[in-house]
């Protein structure tokens, strides 16, 4: 078995295209961090050989002051404007550091803006293969798993995945660099204040070690916490009109509050870590200075070192403890990026369950004929849905489905472009194993108009055209007369071009079901899925919709699921269903005459009017 690799591996393989991106930040964080260590030497450089005497005899030469001094003698040379002398090499000193400080604003830009762009990047590319595998997921996936808390990981982890970029890839390379350069300088100057200087190194590292692990397992739990209340919060959002005629508000606002409380105490608690973590280290960072200068005088009254070369010391204690506290409040960051892309590739490690096969071949244009044979089926982890079910539906026939809620009606359907796949037996398309076609050539065969029509945020016109993009104008005018939906969209503000809300919320009940009658004839599918699709209608609704699926149904092969028996009477094959088992098959009329489970369901719909149907059938 191969050993999968780490989540953090994993996400560093999307830095990799943008390494050289990656990389130039770095580069230009190194000569942020290391032009101003410039500065002190200078500092020094004017101390000890401009401002006091070179007689000094605590004055010693060192390489730093001989390129400084021949520096400035040559601009001062090639520069009259600076004048002669010490007042030359004065003002030559001072052009050199701001050209030092113009470059160092250049790095800075490019630091940010190179650093930037791989961050941006790298969470577009992930980002985006994200939604391409939760776009594999099967359905059983979405059964499970609240849209909340799938849209809490694309856009709050994924996000704080890309600080690690920002952050942990160029910080650690860049305050590295500065900080190895700045001991080097540091031993270069005084080797025993060097000595004192990095005592406070293996504080840092302690602190470091003790904090990272609380600080990202407290991130993950707020994490974690948030997607809860993400799931939570949309659930509540998009059925507010529930909410609202249950006079559940306060409830609901109770609810909220309790589960926004003890979010807020895993913030607070992360942030309390973290505030320990800068109080450790920014007490590291000030006491120690403090000894440092405190020896450091003491050198200097001894006659043992020169003013200069205190000032530059001291200067230099900013430039190497910057760093050091760097590395710790880097720790936070990481622990934190970790934290969050360790839950996105908890969602990339989940497996669809339904799988297109390497083989699979195009379903060619099909007639229409579907067939069950010994089909079984179970929700994972659950017991059977279905159970031996076996009959054949031909070509251009139209077949309802009726039994009791549970008895397996839509659960069978989804069977047929495999949303789920049989547990064993087969589902044949015109002789072809569904398993066995491609997704894409197998679905754009089949059109489904469910009782509740998923429409999107967008302006009609899309969501009619969203099963076939490139229909024509003419189609599409078409497919909305055949609907009865031309009516009602004439007296729309904007027409096709009219934004229907979320979820079509702007258009009634059977509005937005003459919406999804018109998508299904658009797409033009060889076999037709109407669940419940005239359901929960009013009486005129209801007319128009059965008006236009009975144009919509003509020449196709249909299933209809439907618990009223009123909209089955016509189907050439009634199938009833009970406990996931096919118990009849027949005509409305034969399946009466039997006596059986459906002449019991009939009984308890039709009561009254139960003689005359059977009279008229007669």
């Given at each position: 078995m191969v050993a999968r690799r780490s989540p953090l591996r994993r996400f560093l393989a999307y830095v990799t295209p943008y390494?050289?991106?990656?990389?130039?930040?770095?580069?230009?964080?190194?000569?942020?961090?290391?032009?101003?260590?410039?500065?002190?030497?200078?500092?020094?450089?004017?101390?000890?050989?401009?401002?006091?005497?070179?007689?000094?005899?605590?004055?010693?030469?060192?390489?730093?002051?001989?390129?400084?001094?021949?520096?400035?003698?040559?601009l001062s040379e090639a520069l009259p404007i600076l004048g002669n002398g010490k007042i030359g090499l004065l003002n030559a000193t001072a052009v050199t550091i701001f050209a030092i400080y113009v470059l160092l604003a250049v790095a800075t830009f490019y630091r940010s803006d190179l650093a930037g762009r791989a961050g941006h990047r790298l969470v577009f590319d992930l980002r985006f293969d994200f939604y391409l595998h939760i776009q594999r997921m099967s359905h059983s996936f979405f059964a499970t798993q609240r849209s909340g808390a799938i849209v809490s990981r694309f856009m709050s982890d994924v996000a704080l995945a890309q600080n690690f970029v920002g952050s942990a890839l160029t910080n650690v390379w860049m305050d590295g660099a500065s900080l190895f350069i700045v001991i080097y300088i540091i031993f270069y100057l005084e080797r025993r204040l060097a000595w004192v200087a990095l005592a406070v190194m293996p504080c840092y590292v302690v602190l470091i070690r003790y904090m990272s692990p609380r600080i990202k397992k407290a991130s993950r739990r707020s994490q974690e916490k948030l997607e809860e209340i993400s799931g939570d919060l949309q659930e509540k959002i998009a059925g507010m009109s529930v909410i609202k005629a249950f006079n559940q508000e306060r409830r609901e606002a109770r609810r909220f509050f309790r589960a926004s409380h003890e979010l807020s105490n895993m913030f607070l608690h992360n942030v309390r870590l973290s505030s320990w973590n800068q109080a450790f280290s920014g007490f590291l960072t000030t006491v120690a200075p403090l000894v440092v200068i405190w020896i450091a005088a003491m050198f200097v009254l001894r006659v043992e070192m020169t003013v200069g070369t205190m000032i530059a010391f001291y200067s230099f204690l900013g430039s190497l403890y910057l760093p050091l506290q760097r590395f710790s409040e880097l720790g936070l960051i990481v622990s934190n990026s970790q934290a969050a892309i360790e839950r996105i590739f908890e969602y990339f490690d989940l497996a669809p369950l339904i799988t297109e096969k390497p083989e699979a071949k195009n379903l060619p244009p099909v007639r229409g004929q579907i067939r069950f044979e010994h089909v079984h089926f179970a929700y994972e982890n659950q017991l059977p849905a279905l159970a031996g079910i076996d009959f054949e539906i031909k070509p251009g026939e139209m077949v309802a489905l009726v039994g009791a809620s549970g008895s397996g009606k839509s659960t069978l359907v989804s069977l047929i472009p495999r949303f789920y796949d049989v547990t064993s037996g087969r589902v044949l398309v015109d002789g072809h194993d569904v398993r066995d076609v491609t997704f894409k050539s197998l679905r754009q065969q089949i059109g489904l108009v469910l009782q509740e029509s998923i429409l999107f945020s967008a302006s009609l016109r899309e969501n009619l055209l969203y099963g076939r993009p490139k229909a024509s104008e003419a189609e599409l005018r078409r497919a909305a007369d055949a609907a009865n939906a031309t009516e009602f969209i004439q007296t729309l503000p904007d027409g096709f071009d009219t934004v229907i809300g979320e979820r079509g919320l702007k258009l009634s009940g059977g509005q937005r079901q003459r919406v999804a009658i018109a998508r299904a004839f658009l797409k033009d599918p060889r076999i037709l899925i109407l669940d419940e699709a005239t359901s929960s209608l009013d009486s005129e609704s209801e007319h128009l919709i059965q008006e236009a699926l009975a144009r919509l149904m003509r020449g196709r092969t249909t299933i209809i699921i439907a618990h009223r028996l009123s909209t089955v009477v016509e189907a050439n094959t009634i199938v009833v269903l009970q406990a996931g088992r096919v118990v009849e098959i027949g005509r409305h009329v034969e399946l009466l005459a039997r006596g059986g489970h459906y002449a019991f369901l009939a009984r308890r719909q039709f009561r009254d009017t139960l003689p005359v149907l059977r009279a008229e059938a007669a």
């Open positions: 390494r050289w991106l990656v990389a130039g930040a770095a580069g230009m964080g190194i000569l942020k961090f290391c032009l101003p260590l410039i500065f002190p030497l200078a500092l020094k450089y004017i101390t000890d050989d401009i401002l006091v005497d070179s007689s000094n005899p605590t004055a010693k030469e060192d390489a730093t002051s001989r390129i400084f001094a021949w520096w400035t003698t040559r």
